[in-house]
């Protein structure tokens, strides 16, 4: 399997621009998960999903963060106005299950924002 | 509520010496718990990982860990330290069995490793 995959793997922006990042989740994983990581805060979780389905979006920082997972094999995190603070590090990481023997999360290699 | 602690945020060993990461954890119910480690510029690849079988659990790359339920601890071992090593280690721990399905990260531990 090719693991999780993201795009763009790196994307500089000017502060106002929309901003979409993109996921692929590896072929049969129910649960995606979407990672901010930054110096000040580390790893943050944002949102997951289930079966396509939003099951917590407690981490999301403000409204102009929306997730999508039209399908359960693809996932956009939009960031509309960006702001210089949106900079940081997007990992997306997917999951069979989230109990038991198979609960391993596996990460993409991140998309790299840098909003300027 | 779960969380998580690594004791040291940067170690440094001699290549070819033992290794110790440290991490202790908080959890209301029976956790996992994993490391994952970050090479420079890539995402996060899993060491290894506990989930209520064996306490010592081994990984891939020559590392292990053990859990140790009394100390509340998961910490990172690695015999002879090699020059591929130098990372961030992260612990994580999630709570089984409740429907958490939230991974809690902990700040990481810059390894570096000396020739």
């Known amino acids: 399997d090719a693991g999780v995959i993201q795009s763009p793997r790196h994307e500089v922006t000017e502060m106002g621009q929309e901003v979409t990042l993109r996921c692929k989740p590896i072929s049969g994983h129910d649960y995606l998960f979407w990672y901010r990581q930054t110096m000040m805060r580390g790893l943050e979780l944002l949102i997951y999903f289930n079966n396509n389905v939003p099951i917590d979006d407690s981490g999301m920082p403000e409204d102009r963060f929306s997730a999508k997972m039209p399908n359960a094999s693809f996932s956009t995190l939009k960031i509309q106005p960006s702001e210089p603070r949106d900079s940081a590090v997007y990992f997306c990481?997917?999951?069979?299950?989230?109990?038991?023997?198979?609960?391993?999360?596996?990460f993409g290699e991140g998309s790299w924002l840098t909003v300027v | 509520a779960q969380s998580v602690t690594q004791l040291d945020s940067h170690v440094s060993v001699s290549e070819g010496t033992p290794v110790l990461l440290r991490c202790n954890y908080s959890?209301?119910?029976?956790?996992?718990l994993f490391w994952y480690v970050q090479h420079p510029n890539k995402g996060l690849q899993l060491l290894l990982k506990y989930t209520s079988a064996a306490t010592l659990v081994k990984g891939i790359n020559g590392f292990e860990a053990e859990f140790k339920k009394s100390e509340t601890s998961f910490h990172l071992t690695k015999p002879s330290a090699h020059m591929s090593d130098a990372a961030e280690y992260f612990c994580v721990v999630s709570d089984l069995g409740f429907g958490n399905e939230k991974l809690t990260f902990g700040t990481g531990t810059r390894l570096t490793i000396i020739p």
């Open positions: 959890s209301s119910y029976s956790p996992s």
């Open positions: 990481a997917s999951s069979f299950a989230v109990q038991g023997p198979t609960n391993t999360i596996y």
